[in-house]
């Protein structure tokens, strides 16, 4: 039992520098951006350009689909931690001491946690959404291709089904906890599934 908890403790921890890699990442991601921006700025200084506005939205779809997908592989592993690993260590608990604070704090209306929802999504976000907007807005002053500017509506189109997905994430907690708790279910099952068919196997042999 005690290997069993050893090994359960060293998931964790490598779990965790993974919820730590996943943070960095979506960092990494933000400074990317806000250097090409700068980049494109500098050059815009000098003559104007519009195509690189619309290049300022286009690249930052990849960069918000990263960040949704980042933030989809945090909820998961924090849900494994929760479900699977916290049961099982003592000792373990923040997580579960969470989502019963939750449970006892204050409950919060459906608007205020749309609200804090999509607060918490600008504040991974907001930088995005600024520099969008304002290669947006350049984009229908400075050119007089309605081509460029089709392709900008689609672009900012296209970011806003980013924001909405990111927010479909973060709905998704709940979710992955009932998962884990299912499968974590099933695999506690399957050892007796197992003793019986070879039980049962060896009666009618």
Known sequence: MEDRQEGLLEEFRTLRQELLGVQTARLWGTLI?????????????????????????LIALPLLW??????RSRLRI??????????????LGWHAHLKEWRNIAPGKTRLEKIVDRWRY??????????????????????SGSIFLKLIGVVGVALCAEAHRYL???L???GTYNRIFQEASNRLSDRPKENLETVTNGGQDV
């Open 33 to 57: 951006y806000v250097m090409i921006a700068g980049g494109v700025t500098a050059l815009q200084t000098k003559s104007s350009h519009p195509p690189l506005y619309l290049f300022l939205i």
């Open 66 to 71: 990263h960040t949704a997908n980042r933030e």
């Open 78 to 91: 924090a849900a494994y931690i929760n479900v699977v690993i916290e049961p099982q260590v003592p000792g």
């Open 121 to 142: 999504i600008l504040a991974l976000t907001g930088v995005y959404v600024a520099i969008i907007a304002f290669s947006f807005i350049f984009l229908l002053v400075s």
């Open 167 to 169: 927010d479909t994430v």
């Open 171 to 173: 709905c998704s907690g």
